[in-house]
């Protein structure tokens, strides 16, 4: 026999991974539009220098991205997610590098890893954070050269519309 609200939390919580999964690429493609779609109106956000409203943060952390780094790449670790009802809370570890721009001599990435405290809450079938805090554990600064000429002729990514994923959904414009 199956357990309906067992089938409801297992769906959510596949919802909640998918949603988090959306914030990184939000983020590392400067797609504000989409980000800002992530966040309940009411949300708050707070990360590192920001506290405000998750629409906000989607504008300000996108303008960010797109004048301060040639790229950023978020990836999601492991994640602890419990459901009650329309209402979650969780935990979801990740991984981000990101380049600056403008680097005087040896260009560096920064690699840093951390936590994302969220509430999350259901409204209408769909998932969004209403509070998403950033916990900082680790931050390394390394040497970026190297390698690029070993990908001469792949796929790039970019922020924004020119990146390639646009193409495989049917987006033209993000």
């Known amino acids: 026999m199956t357990d309906p609200a067992l089938i409801d939390t297992l769906v959510a919580r596949q919802q909640i991974a998918d949603l988090t999964a959306a914030y990184c690429r939000g983020v590392d493609r400067a797609d504000a539009a989409l980000l800002g779609s992530l966040f309940h109106p009411d949300s708050h956000v707070e990360s590192g220098p920001f506290n405000g ?3 906000d ?3 300000e952390i996108c303008a960010i991205v797109r004048t301060v780094f040639t790229q950023t790449s978020h990836a999601n670790a492991h994640q602890w997610v419990e459901v009650d009802g329309d209402s ?6 990740v991984t981000a590098v ?3 721009r403008g680097q005087e001599g040896d260009p560096v990435h920064m690699l840093t890893g951390g936590r994302y405290l969220d509430r999350f809450v259901r409204t209408n079938g769909t998932w969004q954070f209403i509070e998403r ?3 900082c554990d680790w ?6 050269g190297g390698g690029e000429d070993l990908y001469a002729g792949f796929l790039r990514g970019a922020q924004g519309p020119t990146d ?3 193409s495989l959904w049917g987006n033209t414009a993000s």
Request: no cysteine; hydrophobic share 35%; charged share 20%.
């Open 53 to 55: 409203s998750g629409q």
């Open 139 to 144: 931050v390394v600064r390394q040497p970026a």
């Open 88 to 93: 979650a809370k969780g935990e979801t570890y």
């Open 133 to 135: 805090r950033f916990v």
């Open 57 to 59: 943060f989607a504008r």
């Open 98 to 100: 990101a380049t600056p």
């Open 164 to 166: 390639p994923v646009h």
